[in-house]
């Protein structure tokens, strides 16, 4: 098997791209500029990448990647494209990963591309396919699960009530409180006021966070991710080929992938368990562990997934998370920081493109590439991202990326 060297990455700001809050783009307009913006970085011409894997999820779009690469310029080469909710794209990456790594191929792109506001009247006029297709697909808008369709969702155990039944439950067991799980937003949002392409770079006091509206005890709006549009978009290359086009050698040392069990819980419900399955399978693949973390990029869709991640990830005991966000440990100029990029919280949350989002701020920072939010020194960092609701309350997928210099 060979190594996998990131050698550029690059994305657009997330933001709400409906003709409203910001200037109507198509998903083919945002996916090109980030596939653009990555090759850019990585000084790579379009004509030479050997293969492409597009994620796309909410506006079920036909061929995606296709209709994106057209606009490149880009041809006669596979293209893949993936679904797999929020961790959409880094499955696309894993896939890019594997086949690298395998000699398929030796210089390919990976992207994540979604649009979550609504159509407005003037786009659907106008269209928004590339080469003549039009939209084939949906044009966006929030995700909504007909009734009959998820016994789950039936129930009312959609993603906000998830995490704050998980949530209640961790202030139950270990005496968590609300101001531990409103923190996080605090930190997040104060990481994402740094952050060009952070959605929202605005910073928030604990009080406004606790004060804002009540979704789902106790979980607040302010704890809650965005709805909005974005792309992100990474290369990866072979060792061979990467040193044609750098010296800032990024490896991806790992990436597993994991769906959860049914019944894993066994009778807890204050942590996930596919994610800690998942953990220590790369730590056990990379000889890497939890304490040679020197930055994360987490899913913290609700505050409470951040905050039992710390523990899923062996970086404290069970019960502890809280400790590690009085102390700051996981904020900037901490032990840990998590989410310097604002995370979902305050970077935004396109769902396809999250993932691919979190290897590009992992890429910059390890490349001491970050400016005001760069974590000193960093070498390790791990991408964390699920998605969507599986067997026994558990994510349909649990992802984990690790690279390092």
């Known amino acids: 098997m060979k190594d996998v060297i990131a050698i550029g990455a690059g994305m657009i700001r997330f933001n709400k791209y409906d003709g409203a809050t910001a200037p109507w783009r198509t998903h083919e307009q945002m996916g090109r500029e980030a596939c653009m913006n990555a090759l850019k970085h990585a000084g790579v011409n379009h004509r030479d990448i050997q293969a492409a894997y597009m994620g796309q999820t909410a506006s079920g779009l ?34 890019a990963y594997v086949d690298v790594s395998a000699g398929r191929h030796d210089l390919v792109m990976v992207a994540g591309v979604e649009k979550m506001s609504m159509v407005k009247a003037k786009a ?22 007909p009734e009959g369709v998820m016994f789950l969702a039936d129930l009312g155990i959609i993603m906000p009530a998830f995490f704050s039944l998980l949530a209640t439950r961790h202030m139950h067991d270990y005496g968590t409180t609300r101001e531990q799980f409103a923190k ?48 992100a978009c990474v290369i990866l290359a072979s060792p061979k080929v990467a040193k044609k086009y ?41 000889g890497i562990g939890p304490k040679d973390l020197n930055v994360v990029e987490q899913h913290d869709c609700f505050t409470p997934h951040e905050l039992v991640t710390y523990e899923d990830l062996g970086l404290c005991k069970p019960g502890e998370g809280g400790r590690l966000v009085d102390e700051g440990v996981t904020a900037l100029g901490g032990k840990i920081p998590f989410n310097v ?14 993932g691919v989002a979190q290897i590009t701020e992992l890429v910059w920072q390890l490349r001491g590439e970050c400016g005001k939010r760069q974590v000193q020194g960093a070498k390790i960092g791990l991408a964390h991202n699920g998605g969507g609701i599986g067997a026994g309350l558990e994510p349909g997928l649990a992802s984990l990326t690790i690279l390092k210099i």
């Not at 209709?67 to 041809?75: A, L, M, Q, Y």
């Open 62 to 95: 036909i061929q995606l990647g296709q209709r994106v690469c057209d606009w490149i310029g880009i041809s006669g080469i596979p293209i893949y494209n993936h679904e797999n909710a929020c961790a959409t794209s880094l499955a696309a990456f894993r896939q």
């Open 124 to 145: 659907k006029r106008e269209g928004g396919g590339g080469g003549g297709m039009g939209m084939l697909g949906g044009g966006g808008g929030p995700i909504v699960v």
């Open 184 to 231: 996080i937003s605090v930190k997040n949002h104060k990481h994402g006021a740094m952050n060009p392409y952070a959605q929202y770079q605005k910073e928030v006091t604990l009080e406004q966070v606790l004060n804002s509206r009540m979704i789902c005890d106790p979980v607040t709006l302010l704890q809650c991710t965005p709805t909005g549009d974005g792309a």
């Open 246 to 286: 750098t010296t800032k050698m990024v490896k991806v040392a790992g990436s597993t992938v994991m769906n959860g069990a049914y019944k894993a819980h066994q009778g807890s419900f204050t942590s996930i368990a596919s994610c800690k399955v998942a953990a220590k399978q790369i730590f056990e693949e990379t």
């Open 341 to 354: 990029s604002g995370g979902l919280q305050s970077k935004g949350h396109p769902i396809a493109a999250t």
